[in-house]
């Protein structure tokens, strides 16, 4: 079995997470509620965090409007029990975009950005870079808007204090980046992964159900929001004065999709580093209409949650756990080994989930699909779709009849009547 080391440098994606995993893995034990429960944590620091920052440099009441919006959306709680990096990424990219905000602010008073706040910035910015590529076109975005908007308003000491931090984090992260290139051919393998196309469209569409569940939950939130639009024109007047907080989105959306038009495909999951600024403008929104709209703005909060409480209750996690039990069962560890997706197609997760049910007794060979003597185990893999499963058997050359089991959207694949 390869070492810790080994899979993680020839993963897709940056280490900071699966270092954090191992560790509590170690302290805590590998159980399902324990490798889950850190997702938990770091979506909760996340909230406290940012609260605190919003806190400090603006109201309490935004604060509480923010820290509010982000509990109830569907989003971020989907992704505080699911045992992957994205609550780490969300809990970094709000921290982040309240300091964009703060910088913001600064800049367009003319005040000085004190050495802590860039300290934050720096400290913040790198860990999410080192989180998942996203936190690294996040950084870029947030930093390019603020930087311009400095240049804008002829702030030349806050331009250079931004430039510089900005560097500093970039210089910093790049150093995985060139590791990766070098170590895991990261061009072949980001362009090689069995995900679909890229559909704009379809990218926008799903990315909606972080903010609210599905397409119906989505229409129901923009009704909630209707009552805000009786004043039109100081309605407009206000999202203008805070468009600004939405400019990295476009940014880092445009930016991602061209580069990805070459290079990589976009998951919906992955913009979850936008929702924070999302949330944010809403929170300053809100925050302006308060006194007018309050009674609105419980209704909105009443009906996100009422949304998220849905997806929660219908959410139906992928089923690592008896899909290890069906190998458990079925399978003599002496004469099997546990095929997963290759290194090089990103088969880190894969290898951790099902290490962490079936333990250290069985091996585990991370070269994808595979013929096995005296062993009716071909394949198992997650976080896919069964049409990519079939393609990846395909390009395997796995030509003897089998049958692939579904334990919702965990998959495995056994020599057929087996």
Known sequence: MLMFSDYISKDGNPPLYYILLFYWGKIFGSSDISIRFLSYLFTLFGLIFSYLFVIKYFTRRIAIIFLTLCAFTPGVLYFAQEARMYALLYALASIVSVIYCVFIIKIRDNLKIKKKLTVYYFVAGVLICYTHHFGSLLIFSLSSVAIIYSLLLKRLN?????????FAIGATAVLWLFFQFYYVNFVNHIQDVSWFKNNIIGII?????????NKFGLLFLIFLFIPFLITIPNFIKIIKTYMIILLPVVWLFLTAYFISLKTFLI???YLIVCIPLILL???FIFNELYNDKKQYILLYLMGLLTISSYKNYTYKKQNWRDASKYIEGNFNLSKCKVPTRALSEGSFDRTLFISYYLG??????????QIQDNCNLIYIDGHTNEEAVRKTLVNYNISVPYEILNFNKVYIVIKKGQ
């Open 158 to 166: 806050s331009t250079i204090t931004i430039f510089l931090i900005s």
């Open 360 to 369: 250290s007794n069985y091996s585990y060979s991370s070269n994808g699909p």
């Open 281 to 283: 403008f809403l929170s």
């Open 205 to 213: 569409l799903n990315f909606s159900t972080l903010l609210a569940f």
């Open 267 to 269: 998951s919906e999951r």
